[in-house]
């Protein structure tokens, strides 16, 4: 399905469960698309916890651009995307990978999210620590989980009080232990439902 935004259209992969418990919609990361393996492991997580998923391709990505927008139009158009979601009714949860982890962590607020899963934030660029995009992070006022490669050169962020980090063999990709990760994600997700 695609949605109006802003800045574009923005396509949308519905994945409903019969009688959902609430609901989670993810984005991708900054170069790749929503079939990465990470956000492929969440969705079957939260299937198994009794979530509908909405899969969000970001307006650049849908018009065959390899370079993401800004910040400003990455996050306009992701609350665009949530607020004609056909989810009214369901708690909502909001997260992605890496760059879609970023926008559902600065938009948490106005999207109205009850809790915000990270996969593979990018704490920092690789080999620039000093560069910290913790802030985003530490703004969240809801429940936020957040799934990290032990290698990530994108750094590893702290716990928090209502952060929970969880490690796990790999680097950015997260692909060294998708069954922890389904694990991780399903048991967090069922516990905000």
């Known amino acids: 399905m695609d949605f109006a935004t802003p800045h574009g259209p923005a396509r949308v992969h519905l994945h409903r469960v019969e009688e959902p418990r609430g609901a989670l919609v993810l984005g991708h990361g900054a170069a790749g698309g929503v079939t990465a393996r990470d956000l492929v492991a969440a969705t079957q997580a939260a299937h198994a916890a009794q979530l509908s998923?909405?899969?969000?391709?970001?307006?650049?990505?849908?018009?065959?651009r390899r370079s993401p927008a800004p910040a400003h139009q990455l996050d306009a158009a992701w609350t665009s995307v949530v607020e004609q979601l056909p989810f009214d009714d369901l708690a909502l949860l909001t997260g992605?990978?890496?760059?879609?982890?970023?926008?559902?962590?600065?938009t948490a607020a106005a999207t109205g999210a009850i809790g915000v899963l990270c996969l593979a934030f990018p704490v920092h660029p690789p080999g620039k620590p000093e560069k910290t995009r913790l802030s985003e992070l530490d703004a969240v006022e809801v429940p936020v989980l957040v799934i990290q490669?032990?290698?990530?050169?994108?750094?590893?962020p702290p716990p928090a009080p209502s952060r929970t980090v969880v490690?796990?063999?790999?680097?950015?990709?997260?692909?060294?232990?998708?069954?922890?990760?389904?694990?991780?994600a399903g048991e967090w997700l069922a516990s905000l439902t």
Not at 99 to 105: D, E, K, L, M, Q
Not at 167 to 184: E, K
């Open 53 to 64: 998923v909405a899969l969000v391709e970001q307006p650049y990505l849908v018009a065959g």
């Open 96 to 106: 992605g990978r890496s760059s879609g982890a970023r926008v559902a962590c600065r």
């Open 149 to 156: 490669g032990v290698s990530d050169p994108f750094g590893m």
């Open 167 to 184: 490690q796990l063999p790999g680097n950015h990709s997260l692909a060294g232990d998708l069954g922890a990760l389904r694990a991780a």
